[in-house]
């Protein structure tokens, strides 16, 4: 491996020293050198009320100083499985929400066609419409889609393309199978008594906080497996899945969610679906304690990183 | 209804605008219009150590903006089923603790008087003796007691009226019946070896914590609807019943509490109840972080608000 | 007065209780029974950086609760001399600039044609262009615009509506003389060289915090009386143009700015001034601690409320 | 001096080591070798508003561990003067203003009648007064008050004995002569229009933060100096006297007060006044950051503490 | 019992006042009188990363004020089987790792010497093996240790002797039986493969918490009290075992913990074990929201010290 | 200028994206393409009492992504003058003090051997003794140091190299000569009257707080020029020696410090000595409110780089 595409060494480089990238990984440009590429996306326009995930990148950065280099569960590191690097942030622009999703999804159609797959850090959950447009190019992909939130309206106050909407653009652009999404843990207060009818009606399989008390997770991990089947899907893990006890620093709260052993264990029983990228959304510092969410997510995004280190050495097998 | 009770709409003007009300309930004085009526009590004199719940109705106000409409589970929305509305505030007095009492009970018979089913967010504990006082006229009802403390002594310094007595005084004066009388989650360490002797002398079933995690959630939730059976009864739910993860705003914190997921499956689980009121006290905003207490305590409040509005449109018929 | 418009009365009511107005005041309707009316503006899209001010009214109403009635240098009550509200906020829009600017301006411009004084809390300092368009019908007025940055980009990012470029826009559009508008306090690191220089091309008499050093506040407050003259102005007061110790909660901080007791010196040798309203931009509660620099704002909008009730009461006779 | 006496030795003994006395003083009772005692008095129920200086007492006790053992200006040691020691807090009660004055009352009665010189860490302004009946035994004596509020009014909410009416009382029990009362830093806003009247018609010389921008700070100091005189008088020092981004852990936050230079200046130049006692009251950890107040509370404690040694020292003479 | 040993009294002093304490137990130098002597040791220089346990001790003395008298489970006090005082801090110095060592050593050889059974609050982890160093003379012990990891490192950055290392160094010394050490709870991410291989290598038994999760926590109690059996153990319990949601104030934290109820349930199926000592480590207020962490470290402590009542007394028998 | 060493445009790219570098500028390695190198020194092992400055690079970069391009005062961008970019942290050890400073001299003397002038974050104070060891090479160089304490002591608790002590040090070992050595600000409490002797004695300049309040900033600019002299000197800015209220995330805090509009008067006073390297040490985010004192410590960076810069221009002519 390219000697610029070493994380720093953690055992004798102090974890607190340094520039923080992803995980201490190298911050290099896009190139066909990298077969995982960590991006930022800085864009939070999309949020209707507690707006400040556009802080979320440089806070998972700052946190990932925590996270060593091998995961105790799965036994080996990322970083020896694949080529992984922090790319820096996908371009965003300050005012636009159109102007920002283009150039973001610029960015994940560059990836795209480098033939690497992306880990992302949010921003607001608008962005991974954008990064499914970059990145699907041949028809309907499953999706994984954890979240507190359907995100499944067609408009919040008449905006199309914001935090509430963008799994249902996704699938009315073709970019995900409706029957091949699964949402878990869903749980919020409802605007319309409505809400959820388009998802049930186009045969997303939506499963509540409360249904995952009743069956179990490991039903839960099955059914969902079964769901994206053996084909390539994506993953979507918005942070405000998880309760906000163990991650308050987020727009949407929604009391009652995951705990990490939870999650750990839903993301453990994912281990071989053909993943092709993944995101993290909706980590918003400014409403956090302590850089606590962050380092969760930070967490996540390293169990994130082996799920997509594996999916990537397989399918270049 | 009278439009001058419909909520503010949460689907055009944005959560973080206008002034805070409950749920963004219309702000209006008692009238026989309302059907339940939102009270605060910022009364926390009755308080030994963590002073600081007069605060509690501003921040429960605040947080409670992050409710939406519609409830997940039961489906509906209170505000569909009755006419409910933000009273403001029962006066309360700065340094006395018995002219507020007087305050607050003359503040509830008003609305007993009104037929208008309470909801109120405290204050200290104490507040529930005047609420009782103000709303029970025939006889003594049933309690279920939701908390880690017992309070059940008798004094605490010589004070007779604090948040460590209400519930003595309730049974003494006759308002509540001892034998309908079942707390929830008591996990406190104690002043002295008789400090539960009293309650369990007068036939009140205590549940601790550990119980709980003995017998498990739904064991519980049985036998709490067979002891206050179909008659009117009161529910109190005190924020410290909840683990201080959950809900470290608050005065008398004690590790080891329920989590909202468990709190929302024991509240559910009391769909159908006579309920005839009910409080959430002991939020305490200085003692919180980024408001988090306030928003759980909002997410029950509409949990609550759900199950009063069931039971007054239940006893209107 | 109607009675309806009273103030919550602060010897009896204790400030913790109750719905928090600006200062206690009535929450009315706005109305020709009005003389003051006081606004949120709850609006943030126009920050290309640390976004958040949405959050700024409902804290400055939440710190209002600490300032009592009279003014102890002035000697007076506002509320004595004027009738004054609380009409709640402007609306505006989530996820659009123009919409919000056009409401907003909306709401302003009726203020206007009911011959009310607005004093408003903001939001970013975008707020004050239609602010500014909604109360200025017969040509150009003063400004006394105190800040730490002057706002006169032609635009940020491409955008020509932003809190970089409201008085440039104002000073376009003939709402504002730029020979008398004076910028106090202005101490920004600039993007670029040139980013003075339509300032002073136009006549706009810009006073740095250097020169407010040198030449002493006396000085200065001399100089801002004779630009605006004795004809009607507008005042703006940029929460930043405090030092950052004692004003923490904004977006765009700069160490090295004004302590409350200049600010209330300036302030206090602005009385008589003919003005015709005034705003608080810039409070973003999300960078404070502990409410700080929103009872800082509550503080300097109850001066405001002083200056603008005299001016408003000698318009009168 | 007794070996029990001594302070832990801060050039060995790391700070952050050992139990939290008052600038690592020894912690003893109440005895005749003592010439000095520091108590705490952990009573806030005399506060209308934003309660909690209860803790306030813990809080120095905590940060005075900063504290070295020389004060530069005055080039000496405190301990090296006096036989000073933490004779831990004055007993209080949580429910009874009357109960805990009375307990209060007695436990500076002790210190008076063995000759001791007490330096106090409040609690609310209340307890300058039952310190002063404590402590004065033959005539009124002069009082040094430093504070944004004057705390004469007759009551609040109908209460005579809160923080906002001490020095009223004081002056009517005989305590303080009000011809030799001074009180600097006044810039509170007002319930009402009368609020100082009394305190005007008696003779107390109020000086306004304002006079004090206008003639100096040193001006101040002398006019302090003759209106005390050379005979005995007593010093208290609300915290809230400091601008809030000094000391923003108060209840009863005004801003625009000292900085800590200016503090430091004042009481520097009373230095040879004939003190008798002095007390900081109204430090509020709740509403603080970091512990900041409690660190220039004792800070400011160590001031008086040096001046108090000195004058202990002249009387023995 | 010498009334000098005596607990302030929880039902007559407010638990807000007096110098902090353990629990508000004595403040005594160590001597025979003792059955059990808690310690501080503010110790913290063995931290790679995250250091500030230093200020561990302090923090968890003022929180303990919230602990009452009497144990709910247990339903008696350990103050009224034992002599129990608190001995302040084992001495240390502020730059020397091996100085500190060798003084904390000192410290706990002296409680082994007067027979008394030690209960200590960190600190970093490295302090249990200069504590086992004092309390262990006759051949080694056993150990149940319940952490997020293993500690069992040979050295960091080339340091023997720092918070990843101590019960590696702790069997290499013979101070503990490695067939009768238990490590329950281990989550760490690693900084390299073979991280765990000594401790496996040598019989340690290590508890990963994804295999309580499978295998529930009581099969783990049990298991846990068969390997220490009968005979002389000690306890260590690291502060970050906890999920970072109920013990954020740590350095190195793990999310994907125990809950407070686990741990309580873990800790009571200990009772009857002959633990001969215990500590707390690694709480860290620097990384602390309001208090929590100490709050919860004081509880367990109260849990740890029933534990130590019963097994001093049994031995005492 | 090569284009790997431009900044990140601030006016296209928002100021919330990206890794955080100094001021956006490149991240390289050291090379003889700079003219400035700024780098972060996470050093804190010298401290005695309140450690955690080994955060202080890391903060200080994410809060310069406020500075803007261009100085307003001076009128000019050091990106302009001088090639400058951020080379990371210098290597430090988490353990071991003395391998520590060498790693660090060996940087700073890479540094000086390219003929780059340095710009230096720290760390506790400790760190400008190995910057002057690797950077004075000829003879004994001139100091402004700007502080609230002295740090001339000759050891605290045995320790002859922390951060009580690095000015003695330097003066001892030929590096800085003691009579153009002046100090700026000193405020601190002492462990021993003698404390400041050594430095007298040496003709060390050192003007307290005290005599800046009676001399006033301009008269004590005038006399640093002249004791320095034009001949080169280094200038170490502590960051303790501005107010508390200003910045409070620093270890050894001492109330009634610098604003920061006289610091900025006092530096920009410095224009045209001949500052051959600055530092700014002990900011220590553990201590901080929101990233305040960091954002602090960048604007003064700011300042110190724009001297720097002209310096280094003059010494290339």
């Not at 009320?49 to 946190?63: D, K, L, N, Y």
């Not at 949402?183 to 399989?205: P, S, Y």
């Not at 304690?289 to 390293?302: C, D, I, Q, S, Y």
Request: charged fraction near 25%.
């Amino acid at each position: 491996m390219s000697p610029s595409l070493t994380q720093t060494d953690v055992t004798v480089v102090p974890r607190f020293s340094n520039i923080a990238t992803f995980m201490r990984s190298a911050h290099v440009p896009l190139s066909s050198e990298l077969d995982i590429a960590i991006s930022g996306v800085p864009f939070d326009l999309g949020t209707a009320f507690r707006i400040g995930s556009r802080f979320g990148p440089a806070c998972v950065r700052e946190q990932s100083r925590h996270v060593r280099r091998i995961h105790q569960t799965f036994g080996f590191s990322p970083f020896d499985l694949c080529r992984v690097a922090d790319v820096g942030d996908a371009p965003v622009r300050s005012f636009s929400i159109r102007d920002s999703l283009a150039l973001i999804e610029d960015h994940f159609r560059k990836i795209k066609d480098l033939e690497i797959t992306p880990l992302t850090i949010g921003g607001d959950h608008t962005i991974s419409l954008p990064i499914l447009r970059g990145i699907v190019q041949h028809g309907p992909i499953g999706l994984i889609h954890i979240d507190a939130h359907s995100d499944t309206l067609d408009s919040i106050q008449g905006e199309q393309y914001c935090n509430g909407t963008p799994f249902r653009r996704a699938v009315e652009e073709g970019l995900v199978d409706p029957k091949r999404l699964v949402q878990i843990g869903i749980r919020e207060t409802l605007f319309d008594k409505d809400d959820h009818d388009w998802a049930k009606a186009n045969g997303i399989r939506m499963i509540s906080m409360n249904e995952i008390d009743q069956r179990g997770l490991e039903a839960i991990v099955e059914e969902t497996r079964s769901i994206v089947a053996e084909r390539p899907c994506y993953l979507t893990l918005d942070i405000d899945s998880l309760d906000p006890s163990v991650a308050p620093g987020t727009g949407a709260v929604e009391p009652g969610g995951f705990t990490v052993r939870e999650m750990e264990r839903l993301l453990e029983g994912l281990m071989g679906v053909d993943l092709i990228g993944a995101d993290i959304p909706e980590v918003s510092p400014l409403y956090d304690e302590g850089g606590r969410t962050g380092r969760v997510a930070a967490t996540l995004a390293f169990d994130l990183l082996c799920l997509l280190a594996k999916a990537h050495a397989a399918r270049q097998r």
